[in-house]
C-alpha cells in the first residue's frame, strides 16, 4: 500500500507541474475544431439554402408555364390561333 502511494506522490509531482501547459494546449486545439466545425455547419446551411431556393425557383417556373399553357388551351379551344397574333 506503501508503494502505491508513494507511486501516487511521484506522479503529482511529475504531472501537476504541467497541468496548465496540457490545458492550454487542448482549450487551443478545441477552439480550432470547434471553429473550422462552424464554418462547415454554416456552409452546408448556405448550400442548402441554395438548393432550396433553386427547387421554388424550379417550382415557380414549372407553375407559370403550366399556367400559361393552361390558358392558352382556354383561348385555343374559343380562339383560332389565327386570331391571337
Do not use: D
Not at 508503494?3 to 507541474?17: D, G, H, I, T
Not at 497541468?19 to 446551411?45: D, E, F, P, R
Not at 385555343?76 to 391571337?84: A, E, H, I, W
Amino acid at each position: 500500500m506503501s508503494a502505491v502511494m508513494r507511486s501516487l506522490s511521484v506522479l503529482q509531482e511529475v504531472f501537476v507541474p504541467h497541468v496548465a501547459s496540457i490545458i492550454t494546449q487542448l482549450t487551443q486545439k478545441l477552439m480550432l475544431v470547434s471553429k473550422v466545425s462552424l464554418i462547415i455547419i454554416v456552409t452546408l446551411i448556405l448550400y442548402c439554402w441554395e438548393m432550396y431556393n433553386e427547387y421554388v425557383v424550379q417550382l415557380k417556373l414549372q407553375f407559370l408555364v403550366s399556367n400559361l399553357m393552361f390558358r392558352y388551351k382556354i383561348l385555343g379551344s374559343t380562339v383560332t390561333q389565327g386570331q391571337l397574333s
